[in-house]
């Protein structure tokens, strides 16, 4: 009987994390589990992302991938749906990533003096109780330029022929991130908000609508998001609410018609990091299992 009780005990134990408390999460346009740019920490946190259904435990980022369902008469069956969209071209191998991995990777290029708008759509698999991280992983790159270990750039700058290197801030990307009510939103939150971002130094708030951001090379980039309050406004003075499981992010980055660099962004090169609350998640059990949680980086 003492073996019995010690065997449960155990048993209780190794599943208290996903019955308590707060984790570290993130979530990416499709599958999070099997997202290209996953390194050891994020697989760490997809192992150790569970929630007890009735189909046993299971770790959510297994089960993250919601794809476009249409109704009858072919509209939309939910507005929660994620994905990735482009003006700037088809896929295609991605010079800076593409060798990284054995499955490679592909992007959409933009090069000098056009213009482009990236899009993602990311569900929320947790309720955030934190400020949310907008990471983006770019790859920049000197205009007809194949190599990003001898021809790295970054958005906006050149050097112009007398060697002199110059930046133009308008030149640069800018970003728009609107949030959306999902299936379990704030009752009230009808209608989508711009997030703001804090400011880093200084933390001072910065509405992400056609907000300018430059980027290098293939580093990520991380914007930090205030974490929104029902019954507070953002600095458009437009009402905001307490996200919820299941609400999205619309992230929209155009690219303006005198950049400098040849630039490239694919599904995988927009990630949200934040903490939520263990016990308020949202998993899509319609659909199997999209990937067994693994890494690249």
Known sequence: ?????????????LVT???????PEFDAVGCDATSFFNDFIKVAVCENGTLLTGQGLIRINEYSDWPLVLDPEGNPAYPWFEYFQTTAGMLLPDHCFDALCTEGYSSALIDPW????????????????????????DCVVKHNTFDIWTNAEQTGRYRAPWGELVFIPTANPSITVMAYPGQY??????????????????LR????????????????????MELPATGQVNTLGQATYNLHQGDYLRV???IPPNNTV???YGPDNVTVKYIGIVGMEVVNLSLPACGICEGCL
């Open 17 to 23: 994390p996903a019955m308590a408390g707060n984790q």
């Open 185 to 202: 939103a704030t009752p009230g939150f009808a209608a989508p908000f711009v997030m703001d971002a804090r400011s880093m130094p200084l």
């Open 114 to 137: 056009n213009e482009a708008v990236y899009e993602w759509q990311i569900v929320l698999q947790k309720k955030p109780e934190s400020d949310i991280d907008l990471n983006i992983r």
């Open 262 to 264: 040849d630039l490239r």
């Open 1 to 13: 009987m003492k073996k019995v009780l010690l065997a449960l005990v155990a048993c209780m134990l």
């Open 252 to 254: 929209t980055v155009t």
């Open 205 to 224: 708030p910065v509405a992400l609508s056609q907000a300018l951001y430059t980027t290098k090379a293939l580093w990520e980039e991380s914007l930090v």
